[in-house]
């Protein structure tokens, strides 16, 4: 199975470690929005989208990407890190997962986990969640992946 993990990971490093441990799983290639061809979902069996959550959204730099993706087919996955949880009323990966959907991506699912986070008003704490990704973190996002190969 062809895959590729499209990420944005820029503060600390939070959201590379957990694409890397599902890209062990899947066999996959990880790249920055910045290095990724567009053409390369459209030639991928499975590609997966993550970042970072900022402001309680993801990468602008991983949705600019995906809005310059054309109109195709294919099955696709998101991702994310973040300090604070994800509250179901303002969900920070809906929105990528209907801009995917819009241009033909059958969304197989989402996965998030807490991160070290030192925004703004956390810094002055030192961060929240300092040991985050943790290892069972890890091993989630390494279950998640294998439910995606399996299906």
């Not at 998030?112 to 704490?125: E, G, I, Q």
Request: aromatic residues 8%; hydrophobic residues 45%; contains cysteine.
């Amino acid at each position: 199975m062809r895959t590729v993990i499209v990420c944005a990971s820029v503060s600390h490093g939070n959201t590379r470690r957990v694409a890397d441990s599902m890209a062990q799983v899947l066999g996959a290639r990880v790249v920055s929005p910045e290095q990724a061809d567009p053409a390369e979902p459209a030639a991928a069996d499975l590609v997966g989208f993550g970042s970072g959550v900022f402001y309680g959204r993801l990468h602008p730099a991983l949705m600019s990407f995906v809005r310059a993706l054309p109109t195709g087919r294919g099955r696709a996955f998101v991702f994310a890190t973040s300090g604070l949880p994800e509250i179901p009323l303002r969900s920070f990966t809906r929105p990528l997962v209907r801009l995917l959907e819009g241009k033909g991506f059958e969304v197989d699912g989402s996965f998030s986990c807490r991160a070290f986070d030192t925004w703004t008003p956390f810094r002055l704490v030192g961060g929240i969640n300092k040991q985050r990704p943790h290892t069972g973190d890890l091993a989630a996002a390494r279950a998640f992946a294998g439910q995606l190969r399996a299906r």
